[in-house]
Nanobody, 117 residues
Framework: QVQLVESGGGLVQAGDSLTLSCAAS????????MSWYRQAPGKERELVAAITSVGGSTNYADSVKGRFTISRDNAKNTVYLQMNSLKPEDTAVYYC??????????WGQGTQVTVSS
């Protein structure tokens, strides 16, 4: 059974940091590109950061470049999102995503991040 379980969300103040984790199971984690998406109330889900399965190349939304860092630990089947200098506009539900690149796509249940001003 495939599972992506996010954790680490919470309520913080502007300027604070948070680290999200996504623990994966039920598939060959190292073969999947991993991403973090977010969805704010009334808005569409958007890509925040992504990391490839091989080589660990990363990609970020312009709105988080220089503040967020995505990383993965294939030994622990876990992907992380380090979020620094958080802003109120970062408030959203953050979702973990696994993409095989050949049609298999998995989603976590999401974790809420709320940044107060």
């Amino acid at each position: 059974q495939v599972q992506l379980v996010e954790s680490g969300g919470g309520l913080v103040q502007a300027g604070d940091s948070l680290t999200l984790s996504c623990a994966a199971s039920g598939f060959t984690f190292r073969r999947y590109a991993m991403s973090w998406y977010r969805q704010a109330p009334g808005k569409e889900r958007e890509l925040v950061a992504a990391i490839t399965s091989v080589g660990g190349s990363t990609n970020y939304a312009d709105s988080v470049k220089g503040r967020f860092t995505i990383s993965r630990d294939n030994a622990k089947n876990t992907v992380y999102l380090q979020m620094n200098s958080l802003k109120p506009e970062d408030t959203a539900v953050y979702y973990c995503n696994a993409d095989s690149g050949w049609g298999r796509l998995y989603w976590g249940q999401g974790t809420q991040v709320t940044v107060s001003s």
